[in-house]
């Protein structure tokens, strides 16, 4: 931070005078103090990702697939994880899970951080991840868009906050995988969804299942 100390001096004429410049680092310590702060450590091999590391991450694995099935919302990446015990020692390695709702095929592409590549991919069907946060997110907007359904729920916020629904930011969810034995949720990507109200009641979800995969609404009977 540079600082200037100016001197005024009056005897019948207003003279200034520049006393002194003083220049000093912005953290007010010596050049030689700053010069001998550490750089920031490296992630060891068994840390956790670091944001930036997941952001990467997350840039690679989608870029390795058809990035329009990301712009139609047809893929969705679930979430990136780190790679345990599966590279080479001393790897930074990161597993990233994709969704693909038109095949209703599970994708975990492993990307080697220090080589920005994806290294490993596996593909299969039948297997179900917990649902993400935008799933969850997506869940809920497909119920709002149900006329029925839709209204309960925007009433059932009016009457609880006073005010009404202005998005699903609005709504605490959880959502948990829904597979049954036959029909489109024994294959389709479905969530059964929890929804919290500002009053803390729970919204009645029991019957009320989320098609990801088709992009519809079951109502379950029993």
């Known amino acids: 931070m540079r600082g200037v100390m100016m001197l005024a001096v009056s ?16 953290d007010g310590a010596p050049p030689s103090a700053r010069a001998e702060l550490p750089a920031a450590a490296s992630p060891a091999p068994g840390d956790p990702l670091t944001p930036e590391e997941i952001r990467r991450a997350s840039d690679i694995a989608t870029s390795a697939g058809p990035r329009a099935h990301f712009a ?3 893929a969705e990446l679930l979430y990136v994880e780190r790679d345990d015990g599966k590279g080479g020692e001393g790897e930074r390695r990161a597993d990233a899970y994709v969704y693909d709702y038109g095949s209703d095929t599970l994708t975990v592409r492993t990307v080697d951080l220090a080589q920005g ?34 209204e309960g729920m925007r009433a059932a916020y009016r009457r609880a906050a006073g005010k009404p629904l202005r998005s699903t930011a609005d709504l605490w969810l959880r959502g948990l995988i829904y597979t049954a034995r036959r029909g489109d949720c024994a294959e389709h990507r479905c969530v059964r969804l929890f929804v919290r ?12 299942v989320a ?12």
């Open 11 to 26: 005897a019948g004429v207003v003279a200034t005078i520049t006393a002194a410049v003083l220049l000093l680092p912005d």
């Open 72 to 74: 139609a919302g047809r």
């Open 197 to 208: 109200l500002p009053d803390g009641t729970f919204l009645d979800t029991s019957r009320v």
């Open 117 to 150: 590549k994806v290294v490993r991919e596996v593909s299969g069907t039948g297997t179900q991840p917990p649902p993400s946060k935008r799933e969850e997110t997506r869940a809920a907007e497909l119920i709002l868009a149900h006329p029925r359904l839709g």
């Open 211 to 222: 098609d990801l995969s088709a992009k519809k609404v079951h109502i379950l009977e029993w």
